[in-house]
């Protein structure tokens, strides 16, 4: 079974460019996260798509980044315009299902992009 | 305030013995699960382990185990016969709530370097 696909696993912009990365979940797996890592730190959860609709952006900065889903499968997320902190790994994640609280839902992540703003 | 906090920042460990890496938790709702996480050199995160808040016994997997003491909210994730290739951060999360949106909290994180 394929895992989750990102791209690119790189990047390199100046602040104020635009970017975007690409996420191809596994396989039937209805739900999909973006998270930030900042070197130094855990994940933390930008969005989160159940199919094709948003289940949660509360910590996404909505003046500069964005988030798609299209036909629930793959997913784009863009920065526009870039500042010097969102220098960071942005990593994608997919679970079967959403499930809450005690629930099980194992998430699996891709490689992740590195993010470097100059 | 931090809803997970790890408290070790790098442990050392010899190769094939066992470590207990420390994380601690705040939360009020009685529903919730708690994750560890592994992330080696290579940035990927990979799934150790699961201990939801109504188990009765600690999770065990392989190598792993995730000793659960809910009075106290802490979760250690204790490996057993380290390896080399244990050698990577390692986080433990948790997600909250059956009602709403299930954001998973991550903690920031302990380096564990095994050496032979």
């Known amino acids: 079974e394929a895992g989750v696909a990102q791209s690119p696993r790189y990047k390199i912009i100046e602040k104020r460019q635009s970017v975007a990365f690409w996420c191809n979940p596994i396989?039937?797996?209805?739900?999909l996260y973006w998270y930030q890592q900042i070197l130094g730190q855990g994940p933390k959860l930008l969005i989160q798509f159940q199919n094709n609709g948003v289940v949660d952006d509360s910590q996404l900065p909505k003046d500069r980044f964005s988030a798609e889903r299209l036909k629930g499968v793959d997913s784009t997320l863009k920065i526009q315009p870039a500042k010097l902190e969102d220098s960071a790994v942005y990593l994608c994640?997919?679970?079967?299902?959403?499930?809450?609280?005690?629930?099980?839902?194992?998430?699996?992540f891709g490689p992740g992009t590195r993010l470097t703003v100059l | 305030a931090q809803k997970i906090t790890q408290t070790q920042p790098g442990m050392f460990v010899q190769e094939k013995e066992a470590v207990t890496l420390d994380c601690t938790y705040d939360?009020?709702?009685?529903?919730?699960?708690l994750f560890w996480y592994k992330q080696p050199s290579s940035g990927e995160m990979i799934f150790l382990i699961y201990q939801g808040s109504y188990d009765q016994q600690n999770a065990t997997e392989g190598r792993y185990s995730l000793n659960f003491q809910k009075a106290r909210k802490s979760a250690n994730l204790v490996i057993s016969a380290s390896q080399l290739g244990d050698s990577a951060m390692y986080f433990c999360a948790m997600r909250e709530g059956d009602g709403g949106s299930y954001i998973p909290t991550f903690g920031r994180g302990t380096s564990l370097i095994v050496h032979p």
């Open positions: 939360t009020s709702d009685p529903s919730y699960g």
């Open positions: 994640a997919s679970s079967l299902r959403i499930a809450g609280g005690s629930s099980y839902n194992e998430q699996f």
């Open positions: 396989s039937g797996h209805a739900t």
